[in-house]
């Protein structure tokens, strides 16, 4: 299970990081706590992250927000729904509501491949 305060005591830890990959496979991600300074990677590291098994929940929204408005040098995220747990109205939701979210990275490329 995903843990905010485990992802971000990483991301603060990992200053050379260029590419994040997250998999919630057991359920919801845990806890929001958002470091007091933006890690050094998200400045200037960071180019792609992937995250799988989006369930639509807050706390994945809330952690894909704080990327997205912190990541100064994001080229891609990719972002895969979990597979027949979500509808496709709900994945299309989804896309519609992540777009609309602040990005850092004026060439950040936000990516819902569907399978």
């Not at 994040?20 to 919801?28: A, E, P, R, V």
């Not at 990677?41 to 995250?51: A, D, W």
């Amino acid at each position: 299970m995903a843990d905010w305060r485990f992802i971000t005591k990483f991301l603060e830890n990992a200053d050379n990081l260029e590419v994040l990959k997250i998999s919630f496979c057991f359920g919801n991600l845990k806890c929001r706590v958002e470091p007091k300074q933006v890690p050094a990677c998200l400045v200037s590291r960071l180019g792609i992250v992937e995250i799988k098994d989006f369930n639509c929940t807050e706390q994945e929204f809330n952690m894909v927000r704080y990327i997205l408005r912190n990541a100064q040098v994001l080229k891609k995220m990719e972002i895969y729904c979990l597979g027949s747990e979500i509808s496709w109205k709900k994945k299309l939701e989804t896309h519609k509501e992540l777009s609309l979210f602040e990005q850092q990275s004026e060439a950040c490329e936000l990516a819902f491949p569907l399978r």
